[in-house]
C-alpha cells in the first residue's frame, strides 16, 4: 500500500486503515452496475454530518442489512424495516437517512422504465472536467453535477443535492478529486 505521509492523499483517506483501503482500490473506479451505484447514493446519505471512516465501519452490516444494496428487496422494506433498524446498534440509526435509503431504492427501480441509474448518471458525464481546489469550486465549474442533482430529484430520489452528487461524482471517478486535502468546501 501507499505511504500516507504524501500530501497528494485527501485527509479522509488517511483516517484508518480501512480509508485507506478504500482510496487504493475502490474511489475514482468507474461504476456502471445499478446495485453498486445505488450503494454508493445510500452511503454517501449515511455519511451526512459523519465522516467516511464511520461509514466504512458500518458498511458490512449496512450491506447484510440492505441485502447487498439490492434495489428490488430493498423497495419492499416498510416502516416496521425501519423502526428495526433505529433499534439496532450497528447501524447508522437516522431515521431520515434510513428512510432515504429505502425511498431511494424505490426510485431506482422506477428509473429503470426510464433507462436505469446507470445511463442518467453517466449521461451527465462532463466533456473537459477540471480538478478544483475545493467541492465548492466543482459544482461551481461543472454544470453537470447540479443537473444532475436536479435530474435525481425530478425522479424523486431524495438527499441528493449538488454537494452529494459531487462525492458521487469524485467516487465514481467523473470528474477528478479536488486537490484540497480536506473534501470540504
Known amino acids: ?21 478504500y482510496y487504493e482500490f475502490e474511489w475514482g473506479r468507474r461504476l456502471c452496475e445499478e446495485s453498486e451505484l445505488y450503494e454508493l447514493i445510500a452511503l454517501l446519505g449515511f455519511q451526512a454530518g459523519l465522516n467516511w471512516s464511520m461509514v466504512l465501519n458500518k458498511r458490512e452490516r449496512l450491506r447484510e442489512v440492505f441485502h447487498n444494496f439490492a434495489p428490488d428487496a430493498v423497495a419492499q422494506f416498510d416502516h416496521d424495516d425501519i423502526e428495526g433498524m433505529l433499534h439496532d446498534k450497528t447501524l447508522i440509526r437516522n431515521r ?6 429505502v425511498h431511494n431504492a424505490k426510485a431506482i427501480v422506477m428509473l429503470r422504465e426510464h433507462g436505469g441509474i446507470s445511463a442518467l448518471v453517466w449521461a451527465h458525464e462532463p466533456d473537459n472536467p477540471t480538478q478544483c481546489e475545493t467541492v465548492t469550486a466543482l459544482i461551481e465549474t461543472t454544470p453537470e453535477i447540479t443537473e444532475l442533482a436536479q435530474e435525481l430529484k425530478a425522479h424523486d430520489f431524495t438527499m441528493v443535492g449538488p454537494r452529494m452528487v459531487a462525492a458521487l461524482a469524485q467516487a465514481i471517478g467523473m470528474v477528478p478529486a479536488v486537490k484540497r486535502r480536506s473534501n470540504a468546501a
Open 1 to 21: 500500500m501507499t505511504s500516507f505521509n504524501d500530501d497528494s492523499y485527501p485527509e479522509w483517506a488517511q483516517a484508518s486503515s480501512l480509508t485507506r483501503e
Open 96 to 101: 431520515r437517512k434510513l428512510s432515504a435509503a
